[in-house]
């Protein structure tokens, strides 16, 4: 059975103090890995999508990574407008799963 | 611009009603799709559609129903509402043909069944 599972469920960092999100997963014919953001109250946003293993993706202080076997999401020097619930989805057989979310708050 | 919109944006209903969910995108996708969100279940995939008379059952699709008729709308029944589907649903679209490529949200619907 397809699994995604994302850790930590929280993270609390203080501005500037980077760290790393996971996004682990088990699944048959993966095409494609998906990073959302997403903001309370609202849908979720699209960062990124990753095919193959070793490709990296980045977009201001956020850089996504993809293995084998999971994908990281770097965030660099976060500043506190980049606290949200980051989703990660993997694409299998012609439908998104999705991870439960790893809510991330940056404080000043 | 073109966008998603789902209306309405709160909905309070009685158990055993039907209850109609509405999800428009103007991008002229192919496909739609419908999931719930609930706290410690992420994302769960309710109903999708690849193209007009074409529906779907997802991971969580009893109790609910759609249709597509044009290319704009995939409206989402729930046939007899239950406490079990107070939720926060949210619609997506994507252009190509199959789920390969990337979903865009709607702003969600929250949906108490009392």
């Known amino acids: 059975e397809d699994q995604v599972t994302q850790s930590p469920e929280a993270l609390r960092l203080q501005e500037g103090e980077s760290s790393s999100l996971n996004c682990s997963y088990t699944?048959?014919?993966?095409?494609?890995l998906f990073w959302y953001r997403q903001d309370p109250g609202k849908g979720p946003e699209f960062l990124f999508t990753?095919?193959?293993a070793g490709e990296e993706k980045e977009k201001e202080r956020l850089k996504a990574t993809l293995t084998k076997k999971e994908s990281f999401l770097h965030i660099t020097a976060p500043k506190p407008e980049d606290s949200a619930t980051y989703l990660c989805a993997v694409h299998s057989w012609g439908k998104l799963q999705f991870g439960a979310g790893t809510q991330v708050v940056v404080t000043p | 611009d073109a966008e998603i919109t789902q209306s309405p944006r709160h909905k309070i209903t009685e158990t055993g009603r039907q209850v109609t969910l509405a999800c428009h995108q103007t991008?002229?996708?192919?496909?739609m799709f419908w999931y719930r969100q609930d706290l410690g279940h992420g994302l769960r995939l309710i109903h999708y559609?690849?193209?007009?008379?074409?529906?779907n059952k997802g991971e969580v699709s009893d109790g609910y129903s759609v249709s597509r008729s044009n290319t704009e709308d995939l409206p989402l029944t729930l046939e007899s509402a239950a406490s079990s589907q107070t939720s926060v649903y949210f619609c997506?679209?994507?252009?190509?043909?199959?789920?390969?490529?990337?979903?865009?949200f709607g702003p969600g619907t929250r949906l108490t069944v009392l």
């Open positions: 559609s690849y193209g007009v008379q074409d529906t």
């Open positions: 991008w002229n996708h192919n496909n």
């Open positions: 990753l095919y193959s």
């Open positions: 997506a679209s994507s252009p190509g043909v199959g789920a390969t490529d990337t979903q865009y």
């Open positions: 699944v048959s014919g993966l095409r494609g």
